[in-house]
């Protein structure tokens, strides 16, 4: 009896721990941000973060929202698994009554359905169809999810006709397609492939990898001996992008490379430096930068560096300006917790950034546009360097596209 | 009188030979330490993995965040073993010694590791951040025999892992300390009637294999890089390899590094890159059914 | 030289020891009788540090070693040859040589030892190369106390050498124990029974379930007609 | 531990259980976190059971879970089986791969077992995103987002109406759990305490390990089939990013907490793991660091996990 007596007091314990309703500070705003803190995808979670942390403490330094100063809410979400992705949409919506929620990479349809629940503004960038599809099946539910990237598919085919429009002379129609086995890359991969062929290229060999490869010499040798003029590698993460082209760098083949997204992991450059010169690559929702096409964009590229001493990674300016166009929002209404009326705001007007006005579409994707576009690079001096702005595909001004070195 | 795809074709298939090889290599690198304390100590180690980076960390450290200039690899990996050999001792000491005396104790010791792969693991990640650490080149450049590139780094990672396993195989043969090591492996009881320490036996094996995998961590990341989150894989790979060599055996261990090396390498040639781990798995399966010991049972 | 006072030995649960006292002199073989299994080896066991739990008084040359780890009880020259043997089987004869000889008290007698050694058991000399798993018993018996002979011990526990051995080989083992006993050393012989234990014995003992029965010089051993019966084969 | 004490210590969890929902009934992220306690509960007893007892140190406990998931939102979604129906066909079906995999391995020793079923698990991600998978409808790397919550008699159990599920989960896990204790206090689980202690001895009581292992093989997975299925059915959304190794060290921290062997002990662990782990979610990143660090700890000072504090110190002797 003793036993069990200790027992339901560890027991009582716990749950007086748990549902003990967690005191919001009245004068503050919560804002939750279920990003990786761990686990494989920590590392863009925390580019998305440092976005985010800007937007809120200029809101907070400039008086806060509605005279309100912002709390940061965080939480692991880790792997994405479903019972994570769900837990995180519950405590933060749920139990901290969060006003708005800002993610990056979030779930790809998971988080949709998860934060469908609640009507609190969601900003994330999954970059998939999956998620759209999800919306689709009930958009009055969804209605205060947002997509802060085009999908897949559409990046892909930005990335096509950026590789068509390169003033580069292709010496055959052969392209060599390497992709990640997870939806993204099979998204832009099989979109790639069906651009390509749709234009008379032969795709002489399209392989898709799991994540941490690191030993390319098969892979290469096979390029060696197709000679193509052309290898896209699709793989969000920077280790496998490195290896591979410090690998291709060993015995270079007359190829343009392009890394597709791959591109903007910070590592990628900061490990190659100029021994990637030549490399081109896209970044979705991006402001181009070093050097940015407006005083006030300039100024924001060189506040983000002042802050964090590297170039802009992407989903980091994105996720600044989501958080901004929630801000404008609850200004104008005048209500954090009024979600009807914020979400009709934000869906109704968009939002002015420093590329000029943004607006979610009535699937509430924030489809590739001039106020946010797809952003071409390739590496020229070890660093970033835009070389396209799409839609419409425009050559990005005093940027020119240099022949890369190992190109004979 | 051949045909230039046919020759483009044999370059092709010497590549997959040599990409092979050189993950071999590798992988022996990786398994020998594992299979050593598995066959000496029972005990199975799963932050393996994790000593893998910690040696990789150490290294930047040294070289990045000490900006150590003077002498270059060598140099480093002469503060770095001795390191190595501390952090594998002190933690058998702490860690392992104290479970062996408890009952099923081989399990006990399976999850204490797996915890400290846990923490390990994320350590790293609070320490060094999320994003992985690079090192530079031990050599740059390559040699270039026809259509044939061997670069001069994966001779060197080649050269190094081979000679590094040839003087422990050494050590372990021709030592005193090495037949002590052998003979607790061949019979605990005996090698305590003739006298050897047995504890101090357990922990310098431990000891060891931290330094040979931590060694391997050196030589790979200023290839591979170092990430935080590849503590486990390679763990599985290395788990796979001693597994498939038959645990305890560093003969069997070599073989099973070479045959998995290749057949990752022509399995990625022939049906593409993410067939790798099925058909490893398989055959492991199968290697398994067959033969419950591995391809070479009990250690020699 | 030894002296064992008040032993008891558990094994979990059970007892195996009953206060046992034994003493032996410099110079002497003693032999402890005993049917199987009434805690004889237990005693060699408790003696060299290899048993599990024990208390009670062992002491060596004067200091007390019980509590004292097997390798330290070696150094000291304590040697314990195991009923089962316990050799390496995937070494070689010479190496299981070697490796009797680890200890730090034994390696600068370590060539001497091992021509000793050779000289007492010629067939180990010839199969010096072989591999321990591959020898007869009788071979591997003889490898195992030459491999206790090389930690350089002045006092062996020689647990049931002869044990599965066929007369001849056993006469053999016995005249050669002899012969180490006259080289100087102290011999601590547990046995199931032994013939012409007069020979041998300057002691014995007799071990019935975990306690003494019996002891006393051969003589007196011979007179008592229960053990002539049980344990001395005649 | 005697089977009164089984029973109550099960009856005080899940009764605790039982009442919380009248206070927390409307916080949704309390009541997620109870259903998550009981989900884990019994797959963490499923593979106490298989280790603790029969001694098996099988990693494979958190591929069957997803096998089950999988195979019933599969079967839900591409054959519109009714979910009831669905997950017991999960289980089934998990039940014959436990089998599968049990075979091969009862021949092997721990580190190999430890290997093989690890080695299930690690296949069974690159099998469920790639074209296999997308065969039979695994919705490959984007996973399953439209699985159907399970209805009876009309009336769904969804999250969407949280308490009503949550009893319907209580239930479900209960009776798992129930199962479970019979099973070891059944001849049974005197057998597996036999063969854990001596192989041979039990041999020649004439208990065939063999037999008794592939039992517990087919028991343990068809009730975590059965459980993930109803995972899957109730948070509608199935990932194959389950398989990262983040699930598979909690659970075996749940079953450290409880104590290995010390069945209740696991009910217990998850309960109060689910719940730790939520109130370290503050800690961000060092949430991941402390969960080892405790892993080590507890095997180290507390060999019998939290049960280790309720059984005597003679009984401690014997498991520790």
Redesign the interface.
């Known amino acids: 009896m003793k036993k069990i007596l200790r027992f339901s007091t560890i027991w009582l314990f716990l749950g007086v721990f748990l549902f003990s309703p967690t005191v919001m500070a009245a004068d503050t705003i919560p804002v939750g941000v279920p990003i990786p803190m761990t686990g494989w995808a920590a590392g863009s979670g925390a580019d998305y973060f440092k976005g985010i942390k800007m937007a809120i403490d200029e809101i907070n330094e400039s008086g806060g929202l509605l005279g309100k100063q912002l709390e940061i809410i965080r939480f692991d979400s880790k792997g994405f698994e479903p019972e994570v992705v769900m837990q995180a949409a519950d405590y933060l919506c749920g139990q901290k009554n969060v006003a708005s929620v800002h993610a990056g990479w979030a779930g790809w349809g998971q988080d949709v359905r998860a934060y469908g629940k609640y009507d609190a503004p969601f900003f994330a960038d999954d970059g998939s169809q999956a998620a759209v599809d999800i919306f689709k099946e009930d958009p009055a539910k969804y209605y205060n999810i947002y997509q802060t990237t085009d999908v897949g598919v559409e990046q892909a085919k930005s990335m096509f006709r950026a590789l068509m429009a390169l003033p580069y002379e292709y010496p055959n129609k052969k392209v060599v397609i390497i992709n990640t086995d997870d939806s993204w890359g099979l998204e832009v991969g099989d979109t790639l492939e069906k651009s390509f062929k749709a234009n008379g290229w032969k795709v002489s060999k399209r392989e898709t990898v799991p994540y941490g490869i690191n030993e390319w010499g098969v892979i290469l040798s096979q390029i060696r001996r197709i000679k193509p003029a052309l290898i896209h590698v699709e793989i969000p993460s920077g280790q496998e992008n490195i290896t591979f082209i410090q690998q291709f760098l060993k015995k270079p083949s007359n190829a343009i490379i392009s890394l597709g997204w791959g591109i903007t992991p910070r590592e990628v450059v900061d490990a190659l430096g100029e021994s990637a010169d030549g490399i081109v690559g896209e970044m979705p929702s991006g402001l181009p930068g070093p050097k940015a096409p407006n005083e006030k964009a300039q100024a924001w590229v060189d506040k983000f560096v002042g802050l964090y001493e590297h170039q802009v990674p992407a989903g980091a300016w994105i996720a600044y300006t989501a958080v901004k166009a929630w801000a404008h929002a609850v200004t104008q209404v005048g209500d954090a917790y009024d979600f009807k009326a914020v979400n009709a705001y934000i869906k109704e007007n968009g939002y002015e950034g420093e590329l000029g006005r943004i607006k979610w579409d009535q699937d509430n994707v924030l489809r590739a546009q001039s106020g946010a576009p797809v952003v071409h690079y390739q590496v020229q001096g070890g660093e970033l360097q835009p070389i396209f702005t799409d839609p419409p595909l425009t050559p990005y001004q005093g940027s020119q596209f240099l022949t890369p070195p190992w190109i004979k | 009188m051949f045909s230039e795809d046919t020759i483009l074709l044999f370059y092709e298939i010497t590549d997959v030979i040599i990409a092979g090889l050189s993950t071999g290599s590798v992988y022996a690198l990786m398994a020998v330490g594992m299979t050593l304390v598995y066959g000496v100590t029972k005990a199975f180690n799963f932050a393996y993995g994790d000593f893998f980076n910690m040696g990789g960390y150490f290294a930047w450290i040294l070289i990045v965040g000490l900006g150590l200039e003077f002498g270059g690899y060598p140099v480093i990996l002469l503060i770095v073993m001795p390191l190595l050999f501390a952090v594998g001792y002190g933690l058998e000491k702490l860690l392992v010694a104290p479970l062996r005396k408890r009952k099923d104790w081989e399990n006990k010791v399976m999850m204490m590791t797996l915890g400290l792969a846990l923490f390990l693991t994320s350590l790293y990640m609070v320490v060094f951040g999320v994003r992985m650490k690079s090192l530079p080149p031990i050599l740059e450049g390559t040699l270039e025999v026809g259509q044939l590139v061997f670069s001069y780094q994966d001779i060197m990672i080649f050269v190094m892992s081979i000679s590094g396993i040839l003087i422990f195989a050494w050590m372990l043969n021709n030592t005193r300390i090495g037949m002590a090591v052998r003979a607790v492996a061949q019979n605990p009881v005996g090698a305590t009637i003739v006298g050897i320490p047995k504890e101090r036996i357990f922990a310098t094996t431990f000891a060891i294999s931290t330094v040979m995998v931590g060694f391997g961590g050196i030589l790979l990341s200023q290839k591979w890089f170092i990430n935080p989150n590849s503590g486990g894989i390679i763990m599985v790979k290395a788990w796979v390899v001693t597994a498939l060599g038959g645990m305890g055996s560093i003969r069997g261990g070599l073989y099973a590094a070479f045959i998995i090396g290749m057949l990752e390498a022509f399995v990625g040639w022939m049906f593409g890159m993410s067939y790798g781990i099925i058909a490893l798995f398989v055959l492991l399966l199968a290697t398994l059914v067959l033969r419950p010991q591995g391809l070479r049972g009990k250690g020699e | 030289m030894l002296s064992v006072n008040k032993l008891n030995a558990y094994y979990g649960e059970a007892q195996v020891l009953h206060n046992v006292s034994v003493s032996v002199d410099r110079g002497q073989v003693v032999v402890m009788l005993g049917p199987n299994g009434h805690g004889k080896s237990t005693l060699l066991k408790a003696i060299c540090g290899l048993a599990e739990s024990v208390d009670g008084e062992i002491s060596y040359q004067g200091q007390p070693i019980d509590h004292l780890s097997t390798d330290k009880l070696v150094n000291m020259g304590v040697a314990y040859i195991a009923e089962n043997r316990e050799l390496f089987p995937y070494m070689t004869v010479q190496d299981n040589l070697k490796l009797g000889a680890y200890v730090k008290a034994a390696r600068p007698h370590e060539k001497k030892n091992m021509a000793q050694v050779f000289s007492l058991f010629p067939r180990l000399k010839e199969r010096r190369t072989q591999l321990a798993s591959t020898m007869s018993g009788g071979e591997a018996k003889m490898l195992a106390v030459a491999r206790g002979l090389m930690s350089n011990a002045d006092f062996l526990c020689i647990d049931e050498p002869s044990l599965g051995l066929q007369p001849s080989l056993r006469m053999e083992l016995f005249s050669t124990i002899k012969e180490i006993n006259s080289q100087g050393k102290t011999i601590l012989l547990v046995e199931q029974n032994i013939p012409h234990i007069a020979d041998l014995a300057d002691k014995v003992y007799v071990m019935e379930e975990g306690r003494i029965s019996f002891e006393g010089n051969s003589k007196e051993a011979l007179g008592d007609k229960h053990l002539k019966e049980i344990f001395l084969g005649m | 531990m005697r089977l009164k004490?089984m029973i109550?210590?099960i009856g005080?969890?899940y009764g605790?259980m039982a009442v919380?929902p009248i206070?927390?009934g409307d916080?949704?992220?309390?009541m997620?976190?109870m259903i998550?306690c009981l989900i884990w509960a019994v797959v963490a007893s499923c593979w106490d059971l298989m280790?603790g007892f029969a001694?098996i140190?099988s990693f494979g406990q958190v591929a069957f879970f997803v096998m089950g998931a999988y195979c019933s939102g599969i079967l839900a979604i591409e054959h519109s089986v009714p979910p009831v129906l669905a997950i017991l066909m999960a289980g089934l079906f998990t039940a014959v791969m436990g089998v599968l995999v049990g075979l091969?391995c009862l021949?092997?020793?721990?580190?190999?077992i430890?290997?093989?079923t690890?080695?299930?698990h690690?296949?069974l991600q690159?099998?469920l995103?790639?074209k296999i998978g997308i065969a039979i409808g695994s919705g490959?790397?984007?996973?399953l987002?439209?699985i159907p919550p399970v209805s009876i008699f009309g009336h769904a159990f969804s999250?969407?109406n949280m308490v009503p599920t949550f009893y319907l989960t209580l239930l479900l896990s209960l009776s798992c759990v129930l199962v479970i204790m019979f099973t070891i206090k059944s001849y049974w689980g005197v057998a597996f305490l036999a063969l854990?202690d001596s192989q041979d001895f039990a041999m020649s009581l004439g208990i065939s390990a063999f037999k008794y292992k592939l039992m517990v093989f087919a028991l343990t997975s068809f009730l975590t089939g059965i459980i993930g299925a109803y995972?899957g059915h109730f948070?509608?959304?199935?990932?194959y990013?389950?398989l990262?190794?983040?699930?598979f060290?909690i659970l075996?921290?749940m079953m450290?907490v409880g104590g290995?062997g010390h069945f209740p002990g696991s009910v217990?662990g998850a309960?109060?793991v689910v719940?730790g782990s939520?109130?370290m979610?503050p800690l961000?990143?060092?949430?991941?660091?402390t969960?080892?660090?405790?892993?080590?700890i507890?095997?180290?000072a507390l060999?019998n996990g939290v049960m280790g504090?309720?059984i005597g110190r003679r009984k401690r002797l014997?498991?520790?």
């Open positions: 004490h109550a210590i005080v969890c605790i919380l206070f927390v916080i949704r992220f309390v997620n976190i998550m280790m001694g140190f091969p021949k092997l020793a721990g580190p190999y430890a290997l093989v690890f080695g299930v690690m296949a690159p099998v995103r790639g490959g790397s984007v996973g987002l439209t999250s969407a854990k995972y948070y509608g959304v199935l990932s990013r389950m990262d190794l983040d699930l060290s075996m921290v450290l290995l217990f309960f109060l719940a939520e109130l979610a961000g990143a060092y949430r991941a660091v969960m080892g660090a405790l892993v080590v507890l095997v180290l060999p504090l309720f014997s498991a520790g």
